[in-house]
C-alpha cells in the first residue's frame, strides 16, 4: 500500500520532472509597453509551442476604443504608457470611447497538434464566460473574471480574465487572436505552460470550445405565457427544436457551458428541460426538469456564483439578460462516438429569445471541424439610444465663431489622427515583431527541455 495523503491536493507534495514557462506580451525591450495591438481585420500569434505539454493557466486583458475626436494628449508620449484613459472625457483631455461590442468581434483560437482545424474558436469574451459583451464578477473552478465596481454591468467594460483549464498537448500548441473588429483591439496576456520529456499516451483528451447562437430561437408559442396550462400541455420527448449547446464526434467527456439569454417576452425565460444525446441515441440519457434546475439552482436562476455552477449576470440588474454557467468537473459526461447537448428554450420550444452559448469539453483527437457565425451575427442585442448628432446643429443658426470652432476642431482632427496612426503602426510593428519573439522563446526552451 503507498503510504501518500489521498488529500485534495496531494499532487503538490511530489516532485516532477516537468519544465514551466510562459508566453505573454511583456515588453521584450525591457521597457513598460507591456501590451499589443492586433490590427482591424488581422491575426495575430500569441503563442506557438512545441510539444508535449500542458497549458496550464492564461490570464487576459484588454481595451478597444473608437477615437471621437482630437484630444489634448500627445500621441506620441500616450502611446509610451499604459492605455488607461481613467480621466473623464469631460476635462476635454481625451475623446475616446470603449467599442462595446468588442468582446464579440474578436475570436480566440486554438490549434493543437498541426490539425487542419481549430479545437478552440470562441468570441474572446464568450471563452471567458463573459456574455453578450458584459463582463460581471463571478469565481468559479476553471474560469473568474474581475471588473471593477464601476465597470460592472457595462457593455464592452475592462475586465481581469483567467482560465484554469489543463490543455495538454503532443506536438504543437498554437494560440492565435483574430480581431474581426473595424478598429485595433489591445491585449496584455500571460499563457503558462508545462512540458514533458515524454510524449502524452494515446488516451489524451485535447481541450476543445466551440460557441453558437440563435437570434431568434425558433419558438412556435412566444404570445402564451410561460407555465401557462397551454403551453404545459404539449409535449416534447425527443428534443427536436432544442438549441444546441454541443454537437460533437468522437471519443471524450462534456465539462460544461455558459449560457447568455436575451428575454423578449418579459416574464421567465427557462422551464426548458436540458436533454443529452450520447453515442447517437434517439431519446437522451440524461433529462432535465428546468433550465433552472440544470445550472443547479431552483424556482429561477439566482444571484450568486458557486465553483461549478451560477449567475454571471443577473436579470434582476439587467432586465431581460441572463448569463449562466455550470462546469461539469466532478461529473463530466461521457460519450464514446458522439454527444449532442441541447435545451428547450422555453418548455416545448416556445419562446423565441437570443440565446448563444460556449460549450467546454475534451475528446480524442481528430475531431469533427466547426465554425463560427459572422461577426456581424454575433452582435449582442442593445437597447439602442438616440443617436447623438455631432456633426452640426440642426435648431440654431450657427455664429461665425461657432462656425470656426466646427472647422478648428475638423482642422486639429487630421493631424491628430495622423499620428495616432503613426503610433499605431509603431505599435502593430512591436506586436508582430513580439509575436516572432514568443515564438522564438518558446524553441528556446523545449530545445533546452529535450
Not at 255 to 276: A, K, P, T, Y
Request: hydrophobic share 35%; aromatic share 12%; charged share 20%.
Amino acid at each position: 500500500m503507498e503510504n501518500r495523503s489521498i488529500g485534495l491536493l496531494n499532487k503538490l507534495t511530489r516532485i516532477s520532472n516537468i519544465r514551466s514557462a510562459r508566453v505573454s506580451s511583456y515588453d521584450q525591450s525591457g521597457r513598460n509597453h507591456d501590451y499589443w495591438m492586433i490590427p482591424a481585420g488581422q491575426s495575430v500569434i500569441l503563442g506557438d509551442i512545441e510539444g508535449p505539454g500542458c497549458i496550464t493557466h492564461m490570464w487576459m486583458t484588454s481595451f478597444c476604443r473608437r477615437i471621437q475626436g482630437p484630444g489634448i494628449i500627445d500621441p506620441a508620449s500616450g502611446s509610451n504608457v499604459a492605455p488607461v484613459f481613467e480621466i473623464h472625457n469631460a476635462l476635454g483631455l481625451n475623446w475616446e470611447i470603449t467599442d462595446p461590442y468588442y468582446y464579440r468581434k474578436v475570436l480566440f483560437k486554438i490549434t493543437w497538434d498541426d490539425q487542419q482545424y481549430p479545437s478552440i474558436l470562441v468570441p474572446f469574451g464568450d471563452f471567458f464566460c463573459i456574455g453578450h459583451s458584459v463582463p460581471g464578477n463571478f469565481a468559479s473552478i476553471p474560469f473568474s473574471v474581475s471588473v471593477k465596481p464601476d465597470e460592472q454591468k457595462k457593455f464592452g467594460a475592462p475586465a481581469a480574465l483567467n482560465c484554469y483549464l489543463p490543455m495538454p498537448f503532443n506536438k504543437r500548441a498554437k494560440i492565435e487572436i483574430i480581431n474581426e473588429n473595424d478598429v485595433p483591439f489591445g491585449l496584455y496576456f500571460h499563457i503558462d505552460y508545462d512540458l514533458y520529456k515524454k510524449s502524452l499516451g494515446e488516451d489524451t483528451a485535447y481541450f476543445h470550445a466551440q460557441w453558437r447562437r440563435e437570434c431568434p430561437c425558433d419558438g412556435w408559442g412566444a404570445g402564451l405565457q410561460v407555465n401557462s396550462p397551454e403551453v404545459n400541455s404539449v409535449t416534447n420527448l425527443d428534443g427536436k427544436g432544442n438549441y444546441t449547446i454541443l454537437d460533437a464526434e468522437g471519443h471524450g467527456h462534456f465539462i460544461g457551458c455558459n449560457l447568455s439569454v436575451v428575454h423578449f417576452q418579459g416574464s421567465w425565460w427557462g422551464e426548458g428541460d436540458e436533454m443529452i444525446f450520447i453515442d447517437g441515441e434517439e431519446h437522451p440519457s440524461i433529462h432535465g426538469t428546468g433550465s433552472e434546475d440544470y445550472f443547479n439552482h431552483a424556482w429561477g436562476m439566482q444571484k450568486n456564483a458557486f465553483p461549478f455552477n451560477g449567475s454571471i449576470i443577473h436579470e434582476s440588474d439587467m432586465p431581460g439578460y441572463q448569463v449562466s454557467y455550470r462546469f461539469h468537473i466532478a461529473d463530466p459526461v461521457h460519450f464514446i462516438k458522439s454527444i449532442r447537448v441541447t435545451m428547450e428554450h422555453g418548455h416545448a420550444n416556445h419562446l423565441a429569445d437570443d440565446w448563444s452559448s460556449t460549450a467546454y469539453w475534451y475528446q480524442k483527437l481528430p475531431s469533427k471541424p466547426f465554425g463560427i457565425l459572422p461577426v456581424e451575427k454575433r452582435i449582442p442585442l442593445v437597447a439602442q439610444l438616440p443617436e447623438v448628432r455631432r456633426t452640426g446643429v440642426t435648431r440654431v443658426d450657427l455664429s461665425e465663431d461657432m462656425k470656426e470652432a466646427f472647422d478648428s476642431a475638423r482642422d486639429r482632427m487630421k493631424p491628430y489622427m495622423k499620428e495616432k496612426d503613426a503610433q499605431m503602426e509603431e505599435n502593430l510593428k512591436k506586436t508582430l515583431e513580439s509575436s516572432a519573439g514568443n515564438i522564438k522563446h518558446s524553441k528556446r526552451i523545449r530545445n533546452s527541455f529535450k
